[in-house]
């Protein structure tokens, strides 16, 4: 999991296949499984994700499978998902679009990119621990 704390300022663009916790000022859009975008948390762009959890604010385009407004939460843009939860004191600036079984093709193609690199990354360390004469399956029982 990667966590920005609210210390920190980022401008670009994030993809991730995995959660991303951001309590920091982030200018740039998220692509990502799952975020959630904490009390300090504040996103100047587009996010999309499979799995979005607000808290703090977020001001751009939301597109997310599920998405849960927190206590406090505030959203300025259009949020279009398949499940959505509001709670009283969240704030949505935007219209809400459901839908039926979205799935952001951004997160599916991260997500298919991050297995197809981790087999690789996965085949590559067993051949390295071939030449070294490792016996690999003593650690494939462990992280099992």
């Known amino acids: 999991m990667l966590v920005l704390d609210s210390h920190s300022v980022v401008r670009g663009k994030l993809n991730a296949a995995g959660t991303m916790r951001i309590d920091c000022w982030l200018e740039g859009d998220l692509v990502c499984s799952r975020l959630e975008i904490g009390r300090d948390g504040y996103v100047l762009g587009n996010v999309t994700a499979r799995e979005l959890f ?9 597109r997310a499978s599920v998405v849960h ?67 690999w399956s003593r650690y494939q029982a462990r992280a099992s």
């Open 54 to 62: 607000v808290e703090g604010q977020v001001v751009g385009q939301i």
């Open 69 to 135: 407004l927190m206590e406090g939460a505030f959203v300025e843009g259009d949020v279009e998902h398949s499940v959505i939860s509001i709670h009283p004191s969240a704030s949505l600036l935007g219209k809400a679009v459901r839908t039926q079984g979205f799935a952001p093709e951004e997160i599916v193609a991260i997500e298919e990119q991050s297995s197809s690199d981790r087999r690789k990354a996965e085949q590559e360390s067993r051949a390295n621990a071939r030449i070294a004469g490792v016996d």
